[in-house]
C-alpha cells in the first residue's frame, strides 16, 4: 500500500465520518431521531474509567477513527468486491454498514435493540440515512485497490 493511497483513503474517511456526525446532529431538524455518536461513544469507550461525565471531544476522536478504519476496510478489503460504479459501490457499503450497525454494534453494544428499536420505532430510518451518507463520501471520493 503507498503512502499516497493511505492518505487519501484516511482523509476520505475523516470527511465521511464528519458528515456522518453531522447528519446524526441535525437529523431532528427533518424531522428524524437525532443521534449524537460523540456522546454514545464517549460513553461506551470511557464511560466506566471516568469519575464523571466522559469527555465529549473523546468520543468525537473515536467516531473519527473508526471511519479511518471503515474507509480503509473499503478500499482495501470490501469495495473491490462490489459491483457497479464508484458511487453505486459506495452506496452498497452503506447498506452493509447499516445492517451490521443494527443487526450487530447497536444491540450488543450499546443495548437499544436492533435497529435502535428501543429508541423509536422510525430510528432506522436516522441510522439508514448516516450509514448511507458515510458509504456514498466513501464510494465517491476513495481509491479501491484493484
Known sequence: MQLDFFVVVALTGLLAAYLHLVMGQWADRIGLIRLDFS????DLTFGKSMEGEAPYWAGFMVVMLNGVFLALLY?????????GEPVIRGFLYGIILFFASSLFFIPVYIK????????????WISVLMV????????????????
Open 39 to 42: 456522546r454514545v461513544m464517549a
Open 112 to 123: 437499544e435493540g436492533f435497529f435502535l428499536s428501543h429508541v423509536s420505532s422510525k430510528a
Open 131 to 146: 450509514h448511507l451518507v458515510f458509504g456514498l463520501v466513501v464510494g465517491w471520493l476513495s481509491p479501491v485497490l484493484s
Open 75 to 83: 478500499a482495501t478489503v470490501i469495495g473491490p468486491h462490489l459491483p
